[in-house]
Each structure stands twice: as structure tokens, then as C-alpha cells.
């Protein structure tokens, strides 16, 4: 009985603390390592056997064909951090594909702004690419870049690039509103890059169907023949010819 290995029982306020921990410090080390790959978000499935971490990223064929290396890289060094092993606490990492198109990933395209403006594009010219990709190639319904810090001179400043309708408020804000943040370090100083997407009024969640509370769509009405049509109404006239007809009889 000495030989087996006892299991350490976990408070469950604890375990959820220990859960989000983990999920952060994880999150923060994927969107280090593959920003340049569009990374958009973790999913893990954990077993009694083993822990299963899904990376959504942008260009996940890039990924699945070129850096390969780089892959077990990661996996190898999030199974020594959280004391992970090959026997009975497994650690899968696969690379998943996203569930729309990557023109509509506001961390794909935080990520495009970020590169474009170390490479020294100007700030209204970047922003404007972003929100024309976003808008044109991914057909979202609005879109919002703002740039913030030391655009221009010593003075701090923020810049805030819109097109289209965007919710602001309330639950559809979490449900419809894809939003990243990024920060850029410059020469004259910081800058903070956030992105805020609204694809559309309709997405799916699993197999459910979320849509806006204020969608309203429109049925055409049915063609029907007007001659069939004929009205079940009796007015006067034709009250009192049948009445006539009954006493004629």
C-alpha cells in the first residue's frame, strides 16, 4: 500500500483558482510564442489520464507543415512546467483550424497592425489596412482599431478608427464582440493595439444558434392565386338578398 501513489484531494474553490491560473499563464505564453501565427485561443480537456490542449491559430496549416519543431518545443516545455508525464498525466497539444474565416480574428489582425507599425508604416495608414480587411475580405458588420501612447511627439495620445455597427452593452458585447489587445514597444515608447470585431448577428455555439436580441428577420409572404381568394364576408346587401330568397320560398 506504501508503494501506491496516494491522491492529494483538492479543495474546489481551490481547484477553480488553480484552473484559471493555469488557463492565464498558458494564454500568455502562446500569445508570446505564436503571435506571428495568428494564435486566437486555448481549449482544454482535461481526463484522469490525461490533459488535452486544442491552439486555435490563423494559419494553423503553417504550423501543422512548417513548424512542426516548433510545436513539440512548446508541448515539451508546458509538460516540464506543470510537471506532466508520459504514464499517467499525459499532455496532448494539437493545432485547430478556426471555426470562421481569419480575416474576421481580431487577434490575427491585432497581430498584422502590431508587425506593420515595428516595420514603420504610419498609424492611420495601418489602421485603415485593418479595418478595410476586416470589413472587405471578411464582410463583418463593424469594426474598431485603437491605438494609444506617444503616436506623435511627447505627447500621449489615443486614436480610435471605426466602420461599420458594433454592440457596446450587455451580454451580446460578450457573445458577438471579438476583442484583442496587444502593446508594441517603440522607439519614442509603449504603445497599446486593441482590435474589437462584430462579425455578425448569428453565430454558433456547438450545435446552438446564437443570434442578436434585436435581429428581426422578415418573411416574404406566400404567392397566391387572387382570383382563388374569395372573401367569407357578408355584408348587408347580401344579408338581405338571402333573406328575400328564405321568405321567397
Given at each position: 500500500m506504501a508503494d501506491q501513489k496516494k491522491v492529494r484531494k483538492i479543495n474546489t474553490k481551490k481547484k477553480f483558482v488553480a484552473d484559471g491560473v493555469f488557463?492565464?499563464?498558458?494564454?500568455?505564453?502562446?500569445?508570446?510564442?505564436?503571435?506571428?501565427?495568428?494564435?486566437?485561443?486555448?481549449?482544454?480537456?482535461?481526463?484522469?489520464?490525461s490533459t488535452e490542449i486544442r491552439v486555435k491559430a490563423a494559419r494553423h496549416q503553417d504550423l501543422l507543415n512548417k513548424h512542426t519543431r516548433k510545436i513539440r518545443e512548446i508541448q515539451s516545455l508546458i509538460q516540464k512546467r506543470y510537471n506532466f508525464n508520459d504514464e499517467d498525466?499525459?499532455?496532448?497539444?494539437?493545432?485547430?483550424?478556426?471555426?470562421?474565416?481569419?480575416?474576421?480574428?481580431?487577434a490575427a489582425n491585432v497581430e498584422i497592425l502590431k508587425m506593420k507599425l515595428i516595420m514603420g508604416t504610419p498609424v492611420r495608414l495601418a489602421a485603415n489596412n485593418i479595418l478595410n480587411t476586416v470589413m472587405r475580405r471578411g464582410g463583418a458588420?463593424?469594426?474598431?482599431?485603437?491605438?494609444?501612447?506617444?503616436?506623435?511627439g511627447q505627447r500621449a495620445a489615443s486614436q480610435k478608427y471605426v466602420q461599420g455597427y458594433q454592440v457596446s452593452t450587455g451580454q451580446p458585447k460578450k457573445d458577438f464582440v471579438d476583442v484583442a489587445i496587444r502593446h508594441v514597444q517603440l522607439r519614442q515608447g509603449m504603445l497599446g493595439l486593441k482590435v474589437k470585431i462584430m462579425q455578425s448577428t448569428e453565430r454558433m455555439v456547438?450545435?446552438?444558434?446564437?443570434?442578436?436580441?434585436?435581429?428581426?428577420?422578415?418573411?416574404?409572404?406566400?404567392?397566391?392565386?387572387?382570383?382563388?381568394?374569395?372573401?367569407?364576408?357578408?355584408?348587408?346587401?347580401?344579408?338581405?338578398?338571402?333573406?328575400?330568397?328564405?321568405?321567397?320560398?
Open positions: 488557463q492565464a499563464e498558458l494564454n500568455e505564453f502562446l500569445t508570446k510564442t505564436l503571435g506571428a501565427e495568428g494564435y486566437a485561443g486555448i481549449e482544454v480537456r482535461a481526463t484522469s489520464m498525466n499525459r499532455v496532448d497539444l494539437s493545432i485547430k483550424p478556426l471555426s470562421y474565416d481569419r480575416n474576421l480574428c481580431a458588420i463593424g469594426c474598431e482599431v485603437i491605438v494609444s501612447g506617444k503616436i506623435r456547438g450545435k446552438t444558434k446564437k443570434v442578436m436580441p434585436d435581429a428581426v428577420e422578415i418573411i416574404e409572404p406566400k404567392e397566391e392565386a387572387m382570383a382563388e381568394i374569395k372573401p367569407d364576408v357578408q355584408t348587408s346587401r347580401n344579408r338581405q338578398q338571402q333573406e328575400e330568397q328564405q321568405t321567397a320560398q
